[in-house]
């Protein structure tokens, strides 16, 4: 029989490890050195060991090689965003999303030339329609037909209707699709952190599953979307997690259902000044996305806070997810997370702690009275407050902004859109949640002083 590697080897236990890299520090506290906490309340160690395990962790069935490139259009004019998304599937991409703002746009013109049977196509409706809706699947009824009504109110303060038309057109669209979404990007992008992201996506999805109980049995596909930050190790667990948490909500119901998770690069740490780093950002992120197991990842253009859509920055950002599925090879191996100590510690943990913040949630009523009381808005306003005093004392480093800032870089003449949080008075029914960037108070202050 073959030995292996390391048979002439004695195993060296957690403990063993401990007290050697104690006796290495030479009198320095182990806590205090090598241990480090993260917004999450997570301390994170030095080393990960499977002593630190009960049992081995299951193979998950995440598979990377399934993974799709996504290219979002939005749509003003059908035949010239047909036109575009023929070129992009031309170009490498593999599924296409439509944002479509109103039912003036003909899907008949949008979809012309297309296979639709070999390029999954989504579908993000700006408003309700039950008409449009039945027309739309039934000239491409593989489609995703990604409406959040409640990621609606969360973003916009008000329903498109009311809580009852908006409710009667779901249950209209789950008779159609069999698939329900929920918009969790909207939390990360306004300064929720990873335990409050997946305790809001869950509670979101379990609104959904309450309200539909008649029709719950219909519900053979969840779609969520997600933002994914640049604590690379930590959104690859959050991923992983999410799947999990979903299985135990799922199976709570009794219902078996497929999980998809789209995901897109956070805004949150985008710069206007120094905006090349963008790309370095948004490669790390959409690596997380893969290993962490996201069916596609639709890529953020480095230029997309300050620059209208444009050919060069969407090229730049579909050629990132280019070069990591086919001279990376990030589509070659199945589950690659798996078996490392430190990714599976820290989803177990983001896994638990969120599913004790769903259940208080859950315990106080739910997602969407907690979002009429204000519950919600205000502990991602304090999780936002807390990262953005982080960044502003240098502690979140975002290069080129807080840290190492060219100086003679200016952006006044660069911005052909509005980089900012824009204000609009107006009467809702709950108080919206506000996506903000973390450099935004500093880059306008910059701008206030260019010469």
Not at 219 to 228: A, G, R, Y
Not at 239 to 252: C, V
Not at 294 to 301: D, M, Q
Request: neutral net charge.
């Amino acid at each position: 029989m073959t030995k292996g590697l390391f048979d002439g080897f004695d195993p060296v236990s957690s403990k063993q490890w401990k007290q050697k890299i104690q006796f290495d520090l030479k009198g320095a506290d182990y806590n205090d050195t090598l241990l480090w906490k993260t917004n999450e309340d997570i301390a994170v160690k030095p080393f990960y060991h499977p002593d630190h395990f009960k049992s081995t962790p299951p193979v998950s069935n995440t598979k990377a090689t399934s993974w799709k490139i996504c290219q979002t259009i939005y749509v003003s004019d059908a035949l010239k965003s047909n036109l575009k998304a023929i070129d992009v599937l031309e170009r490498g991409a593999e599924t296409i999303k439509f944002i479509i703002p109103s039912n003036a746009i003909s899907i008949k013109n949008l979809i012309s030339n297309i296979n639709t049977d070999e390029t999954r196509l989504i579908f993000d409706l700006q408003f309700l329609s039950n008409d449009y809706t039945e027309n739309l699947l039934k000239l491409v009824p593989s489609c995703i037909i990604s409406t959040d009504i409640i990621g609606h109110l969360g973003k916009t303060g008000n329903w498109h209707n009311t809580l009852a038309n908006d409710f009667k057109y779901l249950e209209f669209s789950i008779t159609q699709t069999s698939s329900i979404t929920v918009n969790a990007s909207l939390y990360q992008n306004a300064g929720a952190n990873m335990i409050q992201q997946l305790a809001y996506a869950l509670a979101h999805a379990n609104e959904y599953l309450n309200k539909l109980d008649s029709n719950i049995n219909s519900i053979q596909e969840i779609v969520f979307n997600l933002s994914v930050g640049t604590n690379y190790f930590f959104e690859i667990a959050k991923l992983r997690a999410l799947r999990m948490l979903w299985n135990t909500l799922a199976s709570e119901y009794q219902i078996q259902t497929d999980c998809l998770i789209i995901a897109y690069p956070t805004k949150r740490n985008k710069t206007l000044y120094d905006y090349n780093t963008n790309m370095l950002r948004t490669t790390t992120e959409c690596m997380s996305a893969i290993l962490g197991g996201a069916n596609i990842i639709c890529n953020l253009p480095y230029d997309a806070i300050y620059h209208k859509d444009n050919e060069f920055g969407e090229r730049i950002a579909r050629n990132q997810l280019l070069i990591l599925k086919h001279e990376s090879y990030f589509d070659k191996i199945n589950n690659p997370a798996d078996g490392a100590y430190y990714i599976e510690s820290i989803t177990s943990q983001l896994a638990e702690k969120a599913l004790i913040l769903f259940k208080n949630i859950e315990a106080s009523g739910g997602l969407l009275k907690q979002l009429k009381a204000g519950t919600i808005q205000r502990k991602i306003k304090e999780s936002n407050a807390r990262e953005q005093k982080q960044f502003d004392n240098g502690e979140e480093v975002l290069l080129g902004t807080n840290v190492f800032p060219n100086t003679k870089d200016k952006m006044q003449k660069e911005l052909e859109l509005y980089p900012f949080v824009k204000t609009n008075t107006r009467k809702t029914l709950i108080e919206p949640i506000i996506e903000k960037r973390l450099a935004e108070h500093l880059e306008q202050n910059r701008l206030k002083n260019e010469n």
